[in-house]
């Protein structure tokens, strides 16, 4: 019984209250009835025919009395946000943003003391509460006695604008941070040289804060690089001929401290062309400098080097001939008067004298060795048939030994001297290794890509092949034969290094050797 | 037996002695005046008993060396006439080239072998004292 008492009560407050606003709205509507048939009044006399601007004001548009409620708004207004004023009351204060409600208020009480017409940026609501910016331009209507009565207003929707600003700020910061994080500098100065803009890598490479950059021109941290190319470029620069050119240029840091840095210089120019900015990238190179000149001097040091090395073997073999000589003489005429000497003694002196010619052999082979990359004579061409068969023709070759010639041999360029090493030694070498009874040396050459590959192929003692690579260090023979000095094949592998090309063999212990070696065509 | 008077110019004792030992052995009275370098040998020439007909060169010496002896022979008007022989252990084409340029009557390099050397001499006195004949 209580409850349902309660109910019936509860109804007819809510009765009560429903009336009561419909009693407020009716006095609300019939205000806006006044007052909307004052502000046809207003703007008759004023000359406006409102009917006509509301047609044709593609625009949104919109008139509110002075506490904000929206009186007006024309088709375009309607339909962007949604409110129909005909229908429903809506005050301004119901659509603007919560976050620009505060710059509305203060914005609007400026504008009804200024009196002026101002553009205003806010975000509003739309019916479906979607949120739009807006770009609002209002002014005052004013009654006859030249009160301010009501507002009306202009407004634009920018949501698109802004999003793009958005857009491009974010990108930006984006930017700025890529530019701030830049291992490399980089500067913008306007055209006169005063310094706009430079990132934290330009700062610490001249130990320059930010502002104390923002007050310097280029000049003072620069060097105007004088040379005739580099004035040649930055005329083609402002002349627009060019858009950037690099450069290595001197910078001066805070302490005076000079920097070399290659540095491009990029000009910026505007919609119309003209040039408005520059920037420079800036990359610190004294590092580098310094290790191009330490390399440089190494180099030199390499070549100084190299050259000591052989004047130095080449005085020392000359040096040794001299006493090696003597002794030969003085063993001689030892021999010759002491004829009365042992069958052992005279034994002894073939061997002393075998040992002079070794080291006289192993001299010359040094003084050979040292300066086969020595400059050379001009290069020739070579018809290497005629060569080898003045090798063979000054070879002394044993009868039971056959040399034949594969094919007809290439013309190359070169020195006559360094080829005619090259062959012999390697013809010599086969020739001295023969143990057969029958001997056989096939020359062959044929022409693979960019390079003449020969072989020099011989029915002698074979090499086993943990030796390949020791027979073309110096002084390694690997058997102690008679007028070898050890030095041949590294010869024949330098002049082959000297000339690009490669040598390596192929061999059968007991059947035989293969040379091959490659020179560029 | 037509004898002349040589000027040895070597700074190797033993290179001398091979010098005199071919002449000894083969009974020549050539007059051998014996220089261990290139200072040496100017004043030999300068000494006005003496009067060559031969000079016989080493290049490599000390102080004074067979090159610049040579030039300065050969800038000489009283001694530049002198024919020079050179006698020398190197047998590279560009010492053989300086000295001709300069100008020498003969490039010999040393043998190893003593019986070589002592056929080089042998001849080469022999077509000197030819030579000398003529003239």
Redesign the interface.
């Given at each position: 019984m209580n409850r349902l008492k309660t109910l019936e009560l509860a109804l007819k407050k809510e009765k009560e209250a429903r009336l009561k606003v419909e009693q407020l709205l009716k006095i609300k509507k019939a205000e806006i009835e006044v007052v909307n048939k004052n502000l046809t009044s207003v703007l008759e006399k004023n000359g406006l025919d409102f009917k006509y601007l509301f047609e044709t004001i593609v625009d949104n548009y919109l008139v509110t009395d002075l506490f904000g409620n929206i009186l007006k708004m024309n088709k375009a207004a309607i339909e962007f946000t949604g409110f129909n004023p005909k229908n429903e009351s809506v005050n301004v204060v119901d659509i603007i943003h919560k976050d620009d409600f505060k710059y509305a208020i203060s914005s609007f009480r400026n504008f009804l003391k200024e009196e002026s017409s101002k553009i205003y940026q806010l975000r509003i609501y739309t019916k479906k509460k979607e949120i739009k910016w807006i770009e609002f331009k209002p002014n005052l209507i004013l009654n006859s006695k030249g009160e301010p009565e009501f507002t009306q207003g202009i407004f634009r929707d920018v949501t698109q604008i802004k999003q793009d600003k958005q857009i491009s700020e974010n990108q930006r910061k984006e930017l700025d941070a890529i530019l701030d994080n830049s291992q490399v500098g980089i500067v913008l100065a306007n055209t006169k040289g005063n310094i706009i803009k430079s990132n934290k890598a330009f700062q610490n490479f001249l130990d320059f804060s930010e502002e104390q950059l923002l007050q310097k021109n280029v000049e003072e941290i620069s060097f105007q690089e004088e040379d005739e190319k580099t004035s040649i470029l930055m005329e083609e620069l402002y002349e627009g001929r060019i858009d950037n050119f690099i450069v290595n240029k001197r910078y001066k840091t805070k302490k005076g401290i000079i920097i070399w840095a290659k540095t491009q210089i990029k000009s910026v120019k505007n919609e119309v062309g003209k040039i408005t900015h520059q920037v420079a990238v800036v990359q610190d190179i004294t590092k580098e400098l310094e290790q191009e000149k330490k390399l440089e001097f190494l180099l030199e040091d390499l070549t100084e080097k190299n050259k000591e090395l052989r004047d130095f073997a080449h005085v020392v073999s000359h040096d040794l001939k001299a006493p090696l000589r003597n002794m030969n003489t003085l063993v001689s005429w030892l021999e010759e008067e002491s004829v009365a000497f042992s069958s052992n003694n005279n034994k002894n002196f073939k061997l002393l004298h075998k040992n002079l010619e070794k080291m006289d052999l192993l001299i010359a082979g040094i003084l050979n060795y040292t300066t086969v990359d020595k400059v050379q004579n001009k290069k020739k061409n070579i018809d290497l048939n005629l060569l080898l068969k003045d090798i063979i023709d000054i070879t002394y070759v044993p009868k039971h030994i056959q040399i034949n010639l594969k094919s007809i041999l290439p013309t190359v360029r070169g020195d006559v001297f360094r080829m005619q090493q090259l062959f012999q030694n390697l013809v010599n070498n086969a020739v001295k290794y023969i143990d057969k009874k029958q001997g056989i040396i096939n020359i062959d050459c044929i022409l693979e890509d960019e390079f003449w590959k020969f072989s020099i192929e011989d029915n002698g003692i074979g090499i086993s092949e943990k030796y390949f690579e020791k027979i073309f260090e110096v002084f390694q023979s690997l058997e102690k034969v008679e007028g070898s000095s050890g030095i041949g094949l590294s010869i024949v592998k330098k002049i082959i290094h000297f000339y690009n090309g490669k040598i390596w063999l192929t061999s059968v212990v007991n059947k035989g050797t293969t040379f091959y070696f490659t020179i560029p065509k | 037996m037509n004898s002349l008077s040589i000027l040895l110019i070597d700074d190797?004792e033993?290179?001398r002695m091979?010098f005199r030992?071919v002449c000894e052995k083969n009974q020549f009275n050539h007059l051998v005046i014996e220089a261990n370098d290139g200072e040496k040998a100017i004043s030999l020439l300068n000494n006005p008993e003496n009067s060559f007909d031969l000079i016989i060169l080493d290049l490599?010496m000390p102080k004074m060396n067979g090159f610049e002896f040579l030039k300065k022979l050969k800038r000489d008007n009283e001694f530049q006439h002198i024919p020079v022989v050179i006698m020398s252990?190197?047998s590279s084409y560009s010492d053989l080239k300086a000295c001709y340029s300069i100008g020498v009557a003969g490039y010999f390099s040393?043998?190893?072998?003593?019986?070589e050397?002592s056929n080089k001499i042998v001849s080469l006195l022999n077509y000197w004292e030819k030579n000398e004949l003529i003239s």
């Open positions: - | 190797d033993i290179e091979k030992k490599n252990t190197s040393k043998p190893l072998y003593f019986n050397y």
